[in-house]
């Protein structure tokens, strides 16, 4: 199966399965995909993950975590680079995602991080997505 954008089916699969209350789920595993699954573990919109290896690619797992009222901490994900428009934000640009309480992903050349964490390190870079 060929994607033109594994982000957004990442983030559209994570959509899904949280919609209808799933305890996990399994996608194709990619480093991208994974930096961006360890950021939503840290900051606590998943569970855990793990990556289940065998031939002749690799998995992710991802499981999910929800409160005691049965919803999940993730609210929303909107994906903001698609592939045709690419969306890129200097160390001055760096949106914050509902004054706070949501995380913007971003794609530096230190590697994927928070927008936080780019402000932090002086860096911009392409703008993936936000999660709140």
Known sequence: MSLTDPIA?????????????????SI????MK??????LKKE?????????????QSSLKIF??????GESPMRGLKKISKPG???HVSKGEIPRVYGGIGISIISTSKGIMTGQEARRQNTGGELLCYVW
């Open 9 to 25: 089916d990442l983030l559209t699969r994570i959509r899904n399965a949280t919609a209808v209350k799933h305890e996990s789920m």
């Open 28 to 31: 194709p595993c990619s480093k």
């Open 34 to 39: 994974l930096s961006i699954v360890s950021i």
């Open 44 to 56: 606590g919109f998943i569970k855990d993950y793990e990556v289940i290896k065998k031939k002749p």
């Open 64 to 69: 999910f975590a929800y409160r005691d009222e």
């Open 85 to 87: 428009l690419r969306v």
